[in-house]
């Protein structure tokens, strides 16, 4: 595999974050004018990861493993600390999905809103328009301010809407498990037929079963460092063992490093 | 293939960003749409909000500097038409400005979700501002033709100024929109700022009460062109050239930092936020 072709290429990005009781007047003219010493946490260190063409990567590890983080910085919603990353087209991400709703706002006019911003023009929003509605099914509430929506409702019409973007790949962080048994069954046939149709995904679960079936190759993730990656098969399989072995382990507390 | 993008922690940006936002220039209109329509969604008056807003403040500023001062504003017609010309250039500004210094914290949710230019949040909430404006403007022509201001034809390029006071409250509101989000308080201070410095524009008043040991506060205001302008083209007086000229200036002096400070700012702010 050359990396000419990838879609995406991370070379030792990492990404800190600082912690602390958020910002006030005085830390912020510190940081706006200095580099000043914060409690930071490192919650991806020094990341390598590829996606080609075809490919599907799933990412697995404990809460603060640093999955969301890495999709976020595909995403090019946070920018990195230190590395770089290379990206090759146009990705629809799937991360907190129906955060980019308005609860005021109907079904449809969410639906042109969320479209543009993921760059869709209206012509093609109203042309997949019915595709998205039937997806979700959510036709009848259609013309409904989304307040009134359910969970699954809003859940799936995120879903609908961002699967039917021209992307060159996918970003998808831990939604398929919140929807129900028939819509993820839908999801997971969807994600399938768009990787073996050219496209490819990165998705990060802890749907270790659902992994196996998508993905070709898996990353373990810890402390924002990567354990293990191989063929998926492999390193689930080691993963599943190590929580065995010390099944205490899921969501411990992340010690802070202290910066320079 | 499609072309390679790099990101690195410092990632060349383009030098305003004003390329890119032209490329998502759909997400500005969508932007702008959202909120028109949100905006007074459940409300009894609807729409209408859009104009009492101003009058109230051309009621308030008539009663207290006319009515209670006794000031005259030395120009035919009545004086809430000549108040109305002024508080309408001024909401345009002070509006545009506030609602863009907010824009970032109030839609967080947007930028943890979405990559899209974040300038196009402050300089869209610029938008709903200058349609009010716009629908204030007929009804300042309403009130005058009802009070018996004789109009000249050069009304019809006065919305022009609105559009002017739009670009200052956002040159003013997209620095202060990143800075928001590090510095809260300074939210706190602005409905205050705009309020002295609305004061300090001969919005209620004319610029003749000003004495002349204050004379440079009118000449350091920057809004004090565009108020005086509109009143200028809207009742056919002459047009303030000095002052008009400086706003300009001023204007690409204030927007072009504040388009630099808002880049290096906004990348980082969703970590802050």
Redesign the interface.
């Known amino acids: 595999m050359s990396s000419s072709s990838a879609l995406v290429v991370m070379r030792g990005v990492t990404k800190r974050y600082r912690l602390g009781s958020g910002p006030t007047a005085a830390t912020a003219l510190r940081g706006l004018f200095s580099r000043g010493h914060f409690d930071e946490v490192e919650a991806v260190s020094k990341v390598d990861l590829e996606l080609q063409p075809g490919q599907t990567v799933g990412l697995v590890g404990s809460n603060g493993a640093g999955k969301s983080t890495i999709l976020r910085l595909l995403a090019e919603i946070t920018p990195p600390t230190e590395g770089r990353i290379e990206l090759r087209g146009r990705p629809s991400s799937l991360l907190d999905v129906g955060a980019g709703f308005h609860y005021e706002l109907t079904g449809r006019e969410n639906i042109l809103f969320s479209g543009a911003i993921y760059g869709m023009t209206r012509a093609e929003i109203r042309e997949k328009l019915p595709r998205i509605v039937e997806m979700a099914q959510v036709d009848r509430f259609l013309d409904t301010p989304m307040k009134r929506y359910s969970t699954g409702m809003i859940l799936r019409l995120g879903i609908a809407i961002a699967m039917h973007v021209d992307a060159d790949f996918m970003l998808i962080d831990e939604i398929i498990s919140a929807a129900d048994a028939s819509f993820q069954r839908q999801l997971e046939s969807r994600i399938g037929a768009y990787v073996r149709g050219g496209g490819a995904a990165i998705i990060a679960s802890h749907e270790l079963e659902l992994l196996e079936r998508l993905c070709h190759t898996a990353v373990h993730l810890d402390q924002g460092r990567v354990v293990r990656r191989g063929p998926a098969r492999d390193v689930l399989d080691a993963y599943r063992a190590d929580l065995d072995q010390k099944p205490d382990s899921e969501g411990v507390e992340r010690k802070p490093v202290l910066s320079k | 293939?499609?072309?390679?993008?790099?990101?690195?922690?410092r990632?060349h940006r383009p030098l305003l960003g004003i390329a890119e936002l032209v490329r998502?220039r759909?997400?500005l209109?969508?932007l702008v749409?959202?909120d028109i329509?949100?905006r007074y969604?459940?409300t009894a008056l609807g729409a209408a909000w859009a104009v009492v807003h101003p009058l109230i403040n051309v009621v308030v500023l008539t009663f207290v500097f006319h009515s209670l001062a006794n000031v005259q504003s030395g120009a035919q017609g009545s004086y809430a038409a000549f108040t109305f010309g002024g508080v309408l250039p001024w909401t345009v500004f002070a509006a545009s400005a506030s609602r863009a210094a907010g824009a970032l914290i109030g839609n967080a949710?947007?930028?943890?979700?979405?990559?899209?230019p974040r300038l196009a949040l402050p300089l869209a909430a610029c938008g709903a501002p200058l349609v009010d404006a716009m629908v204030g403007f007929v009804v300042y022509l309403i009130l005058a033709a009802a009070t018996g201001q004789t109009l000249a034809g050069t009304v019809a390029v006065a919305p022009l100024v609105l559009f002017m006071s739009a670009l200052w409250g956002s040159a003013v509101g997209i620095a202060l929109s990143a800075a928001v989000?590090?510095?809260?308080?300074i939210r706190q201070v602005l409905p205050l700022l705009f309020q002295a410095w609305m004061l300090a524009t001969p919005v209620g008043y004319p610029a003749s009460l000003v004495p002349d040991k204050y004379a440079f506060v009118i000449a350091l205001n920057p809004m004090v062109g565009p108020v005086e302008t509109f009143r200028a083209l809207a009742t056919g007086g002459p047009l303030p050239a000095e002052s008009l000229v400086l706003s300009a200036v001023a204007l690409v002096a204030v927007g072009v930092p504040s388009l630099l400070f808002f880049r290096a700012?906004s990348?980082?702010c969703?970590?802050?936020i």
């Open positions: 293939m499609a072309q390679v993008k790099i990101i690195t922690p990632s998502h759909r997400v209109y969508f749409w959202r329509k949100v969604k459940q949710h947007l930028l943890g979700r979405y990559y899209f989000v590090w510095i809260r308080d700012a990348q980082r969703i970590d802050v």
